[in-house]
């Protein structure tokens, strides 16, 4: 399946049914008077969160949505049907937003959340709604009100635990696949991973969701590489874990592109918490190990963890760090600022 996580949808509730002007006219009634029956109301349009949806996907096809009009009042003051609504089946995690893409209408984080983003237009009432004393025989019905239409836009958030962060190439792939039952793709070349994975991470007895994003280069802010698009993905996570390549020549430079795009992003992403870790050490002797470490502390102004994705080296203590954070923001609000062990 596909991947897609924003998408462009036009819906349009339902014309609520005209009211009926009639008269009631029977053998043996000799004053029937005004029958006429109100009209049915339009259908909704509705966007509901469900499980079993990780993607976008089905609105790449159809971006058309109408509810049903409903029908209109007849005479025996009878009442029109109303309309039936139509209910757009989103993945848990998805924003609603306005055709300018930037004004939130809803935000569906938990399972079975709805929204109304079109409301059906009222039925009109019929002529027996107008009989009063001073009228008696009224001829005058309304007619059903309009639906409403509109453009929308559908983002897809991932719900996840821990958002992976790192150059192309710095292991986050490898570091997934090693943690969970998750197979992303895994190559020496960069920007292997082209759309967020997600992989369920165990450790102690306790699970969380781990997300892994493509990777950031510089500049991505402005658009370069595959940009920060997928930054999204990450923003509800409780903590970020940062990876830095223990095998570059530039590691205080490597971790500082990615902080530097962090800040320029429009979020909350710079000041979530952040479990800085040196990965690859399967490939670095010990003196080669203790200065990148150095190095990168100086860089981050405070402690890094170590680990290989490929070895296994240190992973059990890096989950151990992010669990400890995740615990944390469930019992309080999240802190800002970078883990400390």
Known sequence: MKFLDLSKVHVRSGTGGNGASSFRREKSLEYGGPDGGNGGKGGDVWVEAVDGLNTLIDFRYKQHFFAQNGKGGAGRQMTGRDGQDIVLKVPVGTEILEEDQETVVADLTELGQRFCVAEGGNGGWGNLAFKSSTNQAPRNANPGLAGVERTLWLRLKLIADVGLLGLPNAGKSTFLAATSNARPKIADYPFTTLHPNLGVVGVDNAEFV???????????????????????????????????????????????????????????????????????????????????????EVACGGPVMAMSGVAKTGVTDVLRALRSVIDKSKEVAPEEGIWTP
């Open 210 to 296: 781990v997300a892994d994003i493509p990777g950031l280069i510089e500049g991505a802010h402005e658009g370069i590489g595959l940009g920060d698009r997928f930054l999204g993905h990450v923003e509800r996570c409780a903590v970020l874990l940062h990876l830095v390549d223990g095998t570059s020549e530039t590691i205080a430079e490597d971790y500082q592109t990615i902080i530097t795009e962090l800040v320029a992003y429009d979020g909350p992403l710079a000041d979530k918490p952040r479990v800085t870790v040196l990965n690859k050490i399967d490939a670095l002797d010990t003196d080669e190990l203790a200065a990148a470490r150095a190095e990168l």
